[in-house]
Nanobody
Framework: QVQLVESGGGLVQAGGSLRLSCAVS????????MGWFRQAPGKEREFVAAITWSGTRTYYSDPVKGRFTISRDNAKNMVYLQMNSLKPEDAAVYLCAAHYTDYDVARTGRYDYNYWGQGTQVTVSS
């Protein structure tokens, strides 16, 4: 049974930082690209960041580029999202996701991912 469990969300002031974590079990982590998505009330789920299974390539949406960093630790089956310089518009439920690939690539579309966590809430006050 595949399980993705996010943690690290919470309330932070604008300009502050948070680090989200995603613990993965039930799959061969080495062969899965990992991604982070977010969904705010009344809005569609949007791509935030992705990382290939080697951890050598990363991808970011324009709104977070330069502020967020995705990383993974394959030995621990963990993926992280370091969020710096947070803005009120970053507030959302952040979801960890995984998709299988035979190649060292990562997709950025919500429908490309096979497995999803339940999400962790990030609230940014101004």
């Amino acid at each position: 049974q595949v399980q993705l469990v996010e943690s690290g969300g919470g309330l932070v002031q604008a300009g502050g930082s948070l680090r989200l974590s995603c613990a993965v079990s039930g799959l061969i982590f080495r062969r899965y690209a990992m991604g982070w998505f977010r969904q705010a009330p009344g809005k569609e789920r949007e791509f935030v960041a992705a990382i290939t299974w080697s951890g050598t390539r990363t991808y970011y949406s324009d709104p977070v580029k330069g502020r967020f960093t995705i990383s993974r630790d394959n030995a621990k089956n963990m993926v992280y999202l370091q969020m710096n310089s947070l803005k009120p518009e970053d507030a959302a439920v952040y979801l960890c996701a995984a998709h299988y690939t035979d190649y060292d690539v990562a997709r950025t579309g919500r429908y490309d991912y096979n497995y999803w966590g339940q999400g962790t809430q990030v609230t940014v006050s101004s």
